[in-house]
T-cell receptor
Framework: KAGVTQTPRYLIKTRGQQVTLSCSPI?????VSWYQQTPGQGLQFLFE???????NKGNFPGRFSGRQFSNSRSEMNVSTLELGDSALYLC?????????????FGPGTRLTVL | DQQVKQNSPSLSVQEGRISILNCDYT??????FLWYKKYPAEGPTFLIS?????DKNEDGRFTVFLNKSAKHLSLHIVPSQPGDSAVYFC???????????FGKGTKLTVNP
């Protein structure tokens, strides 16, 4: 079974631009979550989607948004990029819909904002 | 406010010995706990999990213990191997939530 895939793996953008990251979950998984990892803050939860609906949201500004498609694939968008948005963005998928779901992570997208 | 704490930034053990990684949490609403292993510039790899209805779960060389009254969990790796060298993250989630709250990680080094 293929794992979680994320594209692109690396991105370089400049301040003020916007970026879209993509995540394909494990087949059969309906929940997709996004996390930001930085050296200072560690791994922080951005939001979670289940059956195309955002179920949970972390403490990030409105510049961070996402969506999920009917095939469970998800995209994350960051608008008006800031230097502090440079981070490893990780996507995780799980079955969802039941208690105690193991989440499996993709390799991440390394975003650098210049 | 850090709800999941891994107080040891690093741990060094000899090959073949036991590695014990510790994690404390403050939120009594957490009911599911997971351990991940991570290499730099890669996504975390799921290792083992435990729900709040258990106090122990084993999978091969990995065992996780949960002490709910102390709000403490630990990961035991026996025997430790050089390939286990990585950063280990403890994570927790609440009832019915997929949101994972992570600790800051413990860097494990297993020396040959």
């Amino acid at each position: 079974k293929a794992g979680v895939t994320q594209t692109p793996r690396y991105l370089i953008k400049t301040r003020g631009q916007q970026v879209t990251l993509s995540c394909s979950p494990i087949s059969g998984h309906r929940s997709v979550s996004w996390y930001q990892q930085t050296p200072g803050q560690g791994l922080q939860f951005l939001f979670e989607y289940f059956s195309e609906t955002q179920r949970n949201k972390g403490n990030f500004p409105g510049r961070f948004s996402g969506r999920q498609f009917s095939n469970s694939r998800s995209e994350m968008n960051v608008s008006t990029l800031e230097l502090g948005d440079s981070a490893l963005y990780l996507c995780a998928s799980s079955l969802g819909g039941t208690a105690w779901n193991e989440q499996f992570f993709g390799p991440g997208t390394r975003l650098t904002v210049l | 406010d850090q709800q999941v704490k891994q107080n040891s930034p690093s741990l060094s053990v000899q090959e073949g010995r036991i590695s014990i990684l510790n994690c404390d949490y403050t939120n009594s609403m957490f009911d599911y706990f997971l351990w991940y292993k991570k290499y730099p510039a890669e996504g975390p790899t799921f290792l083992i999990s435990i729900s709040s209805i258990k106090d122990k779960n084993e999978d091969g060389r990995f065992t996780v213990f949960l002490n709910k009254s102390a709000k403490h969990l630990s990961l035991h790796i026996v025997p430790s191997q050089p390939g286990d060298s990585a950063v280990y993250f403890c994570a927790a989630s609440g009832v019915g939530s997929e949101k994972l709250v992570f600790g800051k990680g413990t860097k494990l080094t297993v020396n040959p």
